[in-house]
């Protein structure tokens, strides 16, 4: 029993990490209807600036401005490139986020090399012990932090005037328009945003019992696609909900990888796409997604 709760509480809280990032593809699908393939560039860039500032700065001043620059990334995309595209096909828009991640991932895997970077994070290797669970501290702290995120996240989205006008742009981008919301502003926005929590995501993906950032730590945003893709790529609710989803199946998975060994090695990196294919064919539209209706 024990080894079920230190692996479903290590899954919840890596769960709460791919929401994370989740939830940046969600936010930019939501105004721009553009599936991000930059996204693990963004991840990667806000991680890499944190490592290097860390030890000049100071753990958490790194990582606001690792966060501030990975938002600018964000917004830079936005503005130079996906802004000059406006107008056409989502599946163009989307191959052109694919050509943006080549790129700046190429980059920023130049310039880390093989190294493996720390990002100063202050709480190292500690542990807490629950009775006969033993959880690691960056465990909590990854929780805790993708928690109060994730709620001020909604707040905004619910209370504010830029969380009305992305639902305004999202439901009926030419009729918000037309009532003057600036469609421009709010991509940018959203671009911004997921650079941010992509950031923070990195910095959990990263921490203790991982030993830092390296080259394929961007990786780690294709496990969250599944975790939007189920949720539903237009719910912010879903995100939270499929990442939990992803991050528990694939710690049970891969804590109980010798008693599958019938379904082949790796299940742990397979299962969250199993899952995410058995819930697509049940709802084409994800968990939380919207059904997409046609008069015909």
Known sequence: M???????????????????????????FK????????????????????????????FWLALLVGAAAAAVV????????????????????????????????????????TDVLSLGDPWGSAVVRLGPVTLAQTRIAAILAAGLLITVFLLVFRYTSWGVAMRAAAERPETAALMGV??????????????????????????????????ATSLAALKAFPAAILGGLDSTTGALAGGLIVGVTEALATGYQSQLT???????????????????????????????????
């Not at 502003?185 to 390296?214: I, K, Y």
């Open 31 to 58: 105004a721009t209807e553009v599936v991000n393939f930059a996204h693990a560039s963004l991840l990667l860039a806000g991680g890499y600036v944190t490592a290097l500032l860390h030890e000049e700065l100071g």
């Open 182 to 215: 600036r469609l421009g502003r709010v991509s940018l926005a959203a671009w911004a945003v997921a650079g941010a929590l992509a950031t923070v995501a990195a910095l959990f993906l990263t921490v203790f019992p991982t030993p830092g950032l390296e080259r």
């Open 2 to 28: 024990s080894t079920f709760l230190e692996l479903l509480l290590g899954g919840l809280s890596m769960g709460s990490v791919y929401a994370l990032i989740a939830l940046g593809f969600v936010v930019i």
């Open 262 to 296: 019938f379904l082949g090695r790796g299940i742990g990196d397979l299962a969250p796409y199993l899952v995410m294919v058995a819930v697509l064919l049940l709802r084409p539209a994800g968990l939380f997604g919207t059904k997409e209706l046609a008069r015909v």
């Open 74 to 113: 964000g917004a830079g995309i936005e503005f130079l490139v996906m802004r000059r595209y406006r107008g056409q096909d989502q599946s163009v828009l989307a191959i052109v986020t694919i050509g943006v991640d080549i790129l700046l991932i190429t980059d920023l895997t130049r310039r880390i090399g």
